[in-house]
């Protein structure tokens, strides 16, 4: 046991206190525990590729826009009518994806991250029958089956990847 001396104005207090109960760790949480960086990494670089599905949905019609006007043999004011309404889809499909995946998410993160990366697959095919309202679908439903996956990655890796390896935005440092 330690005394301690403590003196206000005039008078003077001993306490004593027993420090022994109070033990300081051995190591701390960081030492104890590292953290595979190069894992982190490929981790990171695998389920953010989502990023690149979503970016593809907003702008994938753009380079096929005059191969689908020579095909389907549309005119100048039906090539621009027809990809407005295609792109149009698509982000209709995004917005209802993100409306719609803070509902789904909290089922199964890893279930909604394979089965709805599936199903962006499938919407894939789809868009492969030439029709307008068949590509219209299948971005809607791209749309819709990517934001679901994007959202539940952006949940994975903030529940994996280690607050102190985080940056401000999320990302690794």
């Not at 008078?11 to 022994?20: L, R």
Request: glycine residues 8%; positive net charge; proline residues 2%.
């Amino acid at each position: 046991m330690q005394k301690e001396k403590i003196n206000e104005s005039d008078s003077s207090v001993e306490i004593e206190v027993d420090f022994s109960k109070y033990q300081t760790p051995q190591k701390s949480v960081i030492e104890k525990y590292k953290v595979n960086i190069c894992f982190v990494f490929l981790y990171m670089m695998t389920i953010g590729i989502n990023g690149i599905c979503v970016a593809w949905t907003t702008g994938g019609n753009n380079q096929t826009a005059s191969i689908f006007s020579a095909k389907l043999g549309w005119t100048a004011l039906e090539t621009r009518n027809y990809n407005t309404l295609i792109n149009f889809s698509s982000q209709i499909g995004k917005a209802t994806g993100a409306l719609y995946g803070g509902k789904i998410i909290p089922h199964g993160r890893k279930k909604a991250f394979i089965g709805f990366n599936i199903l962006a697959m499938l919407s894939c095919l789809v868009m492969q029958i030439v029709n307008v309202y068949t590509i219209s679908i299948g971005k809607f439903l791209n749309g819709f089956f990517v934001t679901v996956v994007h959202l539940s990655a952006i949940k994975m890796i903030n529940e994996t990847i280690p607050v102190y390896l985080l940056g401000s935005c999320g990302t690794v440092i």
